[in-house]
């Protein structure tokens, strides 16, 4: 603040704007909003960390006592440089993947309904599978998909097939 030319004091306020002025400042502060999501997801999750800190020490030191008192342990083959190398390139990953899970969670591929038809695909395409086992060279010519086309389990699924196409063209229409 300022009277007659003169510093009387420097507000907190005006310090804070004395560092906005400052281009990298400025730039940083872009960097975390335009990444808010994903500081959201870390400080939910170091929250955690922290909460169950005592339990998680209290497995740390057990699972380390296992390793020096347990000869015949099996844990005693395991590559543990390995293991952090896994943990911390997966933890970067999933750090990097975070922005397509959040969409994906928001999609309507966690709808109940979507995992239902998803769990239905899965079992006709493990039947389909040991059915072309049986008959691998399924039905000859063209006269014979006609004949198939008489079945009522392939006309049900084609019309599905068929529904599928014309709702994912609206979808693709809309955008």
Request: aromatic share 4%; net charge negative.
């Amino acid at each position: 603040m300022t009277a007659n030319g003169q510093v009387l004091y420097v507000s907190p306020a005006d310090q804070v704007r004395a560092k906005l002025d400052d281009p990298r400042v400025a730039a940083a502060l872009n960097d975390l909003l335009e990444h808010a999501d994903l500081l959201a997801i870390l400080v939910s999750g170091l929250d955690g960390l922290v909460r169950r800190s005592d339990e998680i020490s209290d497995s740390v030191t057990s699972a380390i006592g296992e390793f020096k008192g347990e000869v015949n342990t099996p844990l005693k083959s395991v590559d543990l440089a390995g293991l952090a190398g896994t943990f911390a390139t997966l933890s970067g990953k999933v750090i990097e993947a975070t922005p397509a899970l959040n969409s994906l969670l928001g999609s309507s591929l966690v709808d109940p309904r979507a995992a239902e038809v998803l769990g239905q695909l899965g079992a006709a395409l493990v039947e389909a599978k040991s059915a072309t086992a049986r008959n691998p060279e399924g039905p000859k010519g063209f006269f014979g998909i006609l004949k198939s086309a008489k079945d009522p389990d392939a006309v049900r699924g084609l019309g599905f097939l068929l529904q599928v196409a014309k709702a994912f063209g609206r979808q693709l229409a809309t955008r």
